[in-house]
Protein backbone atom coordinates (compact mmCIF):
# COMPACT_ATOMS: atom_id res chain seq x y z
CA UNK A 1 0.00 0.00 0.00
CA UNK A 2 2.77 2.55 0.84
CA UNK A 3 4.04 1.48 -2.73
CA UNK A 4 0.99 3.26 -4.20
CA UNK A 5 1.83 6.48 -2.25
CA UNK A 6 5.55 6.67 -3.40
CA UNK A 7 5.25 5.35 -6.69
CA UNK A 8 5.64 7.67 -9.47
CA UNK A 9 7.21 8.58 -12.98
CA UNK A 10 11.72 9.31 -12.24
CA UNK A 11 10.97 10.97 -15.93
CA UNK A 12 8.18 13.28 -14.90
CA UNK A 13 9.36 16.98 -15.69
CA UNK A 14 6.10 18.69 -14.91
CA UNK A 15 5.53 16.85 -11.51
CA UNK A 16 9.55 18.14 -10.72
CA UNK A 17 7.93 21.37 -11.47
CA UNK A 18 5.01 21.31 -9.88
CA UNK A 19 6.30 19.75 -6.65
CA UNK A 20 9.10 22.30 -5.80
CA UNK A 21 6.85 25.37 -6.66
CA UNK A 22 4.54 24.24 -4.06
CA UNK A 23 6.90 23.48 -1.40
CA UNK A 24 9.71 26.65 -2.01
CA UNK A 25 6.46 28.67 -1.73
CA UNK A 26 5.20 26.97 1.07
CA UNK A 27 8.12 26.42 3.12
CA UNK A 28 8.87 29.96 4.31
CA UNK A 29 5.03 30.33 5.84
CA UNK A 30 5.51 27.10 7.67
CA UNK A 31 8.81 28.33 9.03
CA UNK A 32 7.11 31.47 10.18
CA UNK A 33 4.71 29.06 11.86
CA UNK A 34 7.30 26.81 13.41
CA UNK A 35 10.58 28.55 13.92
CA UNK A 36 9.38 32.22 13.89
CA UNK A 37 11.47 32.80 11.21
CA UNK A 38 10.44 35.96 7.99
CA UNK A 39 8.83 37.68 10.87
CA UNK A 40 6.63 34.59 11.47
CA UNK A 41 5.16 33.97 15.69
CA UNK A 42 6.71 30.86 16.00
CA UNK A 43 5.04 27.68 17.28
CA UNK A 44 3.27 28.82 20.72
CA UNK A 45 1.93 31.71 19.12
CA UNK A 46 0.78 30.37 16.19
CA UNK A 47 -1.53 27.47 18.07
CA UNK A 48 -2.71 30.41 20.68
CA UNK A 49 -3.67 32.55 17.30
CA UNK A 50 -5.61 29.46 15.79
CA UNK A 51 -7.10 28.33 19.14
CA UNK A 52 -7.91 31.57 19.53
CA UNK A 53 -10.02 31.90 16.17
CA UNK A 54 -11.61 28.67 17.17
CA UNK A 55 -9.39 26.10 15.38
CA UNK A 56 -8.84 22.87 17.87
CA UNK A 57 -5.23 22.48 19.22
CA UNK A 58 -4.39 19.27 17.24
CA UNK A 59 -5.64 21.32 13.56
CA UNK A 60 -3.57 24.23 14.76
CA UNK A 61 -0.38 21.52 14.95
CA UNK A 62 -1.28 19.91 12.13
CA UNK A 63 -1.77 22.72 9.75
CA UNK A 64 1.54 24.12 11.37
CA UNK A 65 3.60 20.55 10.58
CA UNK A 66 2.17 20.32 6.77
CA UNK A 67 2.94 23.87 6.02
CA UNK A 68 6.43 23.32 7.59
CA UNK A 69 7.83 19.57 7.55
CA UNK A 70 5.08 18.61 4.93
CA UNK A 71 6.79 21.39 2.08
CA UNK A 72 9.78 20.46 3.41
CA UNK A 73 9.38 16.53 2.24
CA UNK A 74 7.83 18.16 -1.09
CA UNK A 75 11.14 19.90 -1.47
CA UNK A 76 13.08 16.30 -1.37
CA UNK A 77 10.30 14.48 -2.96
CA UNK A 78 9.44 12.08 -0.24
CA UNK A 79 5.68 10.85 0.42
CA UNK A 80 4.98 13.77 -2.27
CA UNK A 81 1.19 12.84 -2.53
CA UNK A 82 0.49 13.07 1.54
CA UNK A 83 2.17 16.16 1.70
CA UNK A 84 0.79 17.45 -1.21
CA UNK A 85 -2.70 16.64 0.13
CA UNK A 86 -1.82 18.13 3.47
CA UNK A 87 -1.32 21.28 1.85
CA UNK A 88 -4.41 21.31 -0.12
CA UNK A 89 -6.43 20.55 2.35
CA UNK A 90 -4.93 23.29 4.59
CA UNK A 91 -5.13 25.84 1.58
CA UNK A 92 -9.22 25.01 1.31
CA UNK A 93 -9.61 25.76 4.88
CA UNK A 94 -8.23 28.58 4.57
CA UNK A 95 -10.42 29.03 1.76
CA UNK A 96 -13.01 28.65 3.60
CA UNK A 97 -12.53 29.64 7.00
CA UNK A 98 -10.61 32.95 6.11
CA UNK A 99 -10.41 34.73 2.87
CA UNK A 100 -13.69 33.46 1.00
CA UNK A 101 -15.45 36.64 2.61
CA UNK A 102 -12.71 38.81 0.73
CA UNK A 103 -13.02 37.89 -2.84
CA UNK A 104 -10.65 36.52 -5.07
CA UNK A 105 -8.17 39.01 -5.46
CA UNK A 106 -5.47 39.12 -3.24
CA UNK A 107 -4.85 42.65 -1.57
CA UNK A 108 -2.15 44.32 -3.60
CA UNK A 109 -2.71 47.84 -3.02
CA UNK A 110 -4.15 47.55 0.35
CA UNK A 111 -7.48 48.79 -0.40
CA UNK A 112 -9.63 45.65 1.21
CA UNK A 113 -10.02 44.26 4.48
CA UNK A 114 -8.01 41.03 3.75
CA UNK A 115 -6.40 39.15 1.67
CA UNK A 116 -8.65 37.07 -1.33
CA UNK A 117 -8.25 33.91 -2.37
CA UNK A 118 -6.53 33.59 -5.33
CA UNK A 119 -2.97 32.34 -4.27
CA UNK A 120 -4.66 29.26 -2.25
CA UNK A 121 -6.55 28.19 -5.84
CA UNK A 122 -2.66 28.50 -7.15
CA UNK A 123 -1.41 26.50 -4.56
CA UNK A 124 -4.09 24.29 -4.47
CA UNK A 125 -3.79 22.76 -8.20
CA UNK A 126 -0.03 22.43 -7.67
CA UNK A 127 -0.78 20.30 -4.91
CA UNK A 128 -3.48 18.13 -7.41
CA UNK A 129 -0.70 17.89 -10.16
CA UNK A 130 1.59 15.95 -7.08
CA UNK A 131 -1.72 14.08 -5.70
CA UNK A 132 -2.18 12.73 -9.62
CA UNK A 133 1.17 12.77 -10.86
CA UNK A 134 3.29 11.67 -7.62
CA UNK A 135 6.71 13.38 -6.88
CA UNK A 136 8.32 12.91 -10.32
CA UNK A 137 12.16 13.47 -11.53
CA UNK A 138 14.86 13.80 -9.10
CA UNK A 139 12.50 12.75 -6.24
CA UNK A 140 13.11 10.43 -3.70
CA UNK A 141 10.11 8.99 -4.04
CA UNK A 142 10.59 7.72 -7.43
CA UNK A 143 14.21 5.89 -5.98
CA UNK A 144 12.11 4.32 -3.36
CA UNK A 145 9.29 3.14 -5.85
CA UNK A 146 11.67 1.97 -7.86
CA UNK A 147 10.62 3.59 -11.53
CA UNK A 148 13.64 5.97 -10.98
CA UNK A 149 15.90 6.85 -14.27
Known sequence: ???KFIETDGNDGAALIARLALGLVILPH????LLGLFGGYGFRATVEYFTGTGIPAPVAVLI?????LGALLLVFGLISRVSAAGIALIMLGAVFLVHLQNGFFMNWF???KGEGFEYHILAIGLALIVLLRG????????????RAV
Do not use: F, H
Not at 30 to 33: F, L, S, W
Not at 64 to 68: A, D, K, P, Q, R
Open 64 to 68: ILGES
Open 110 to 112: GTQ
Open 30 to 33: GMQK
Open 135 to 146: GGKWSLDSLIGG
Open 1 to 3: MLR
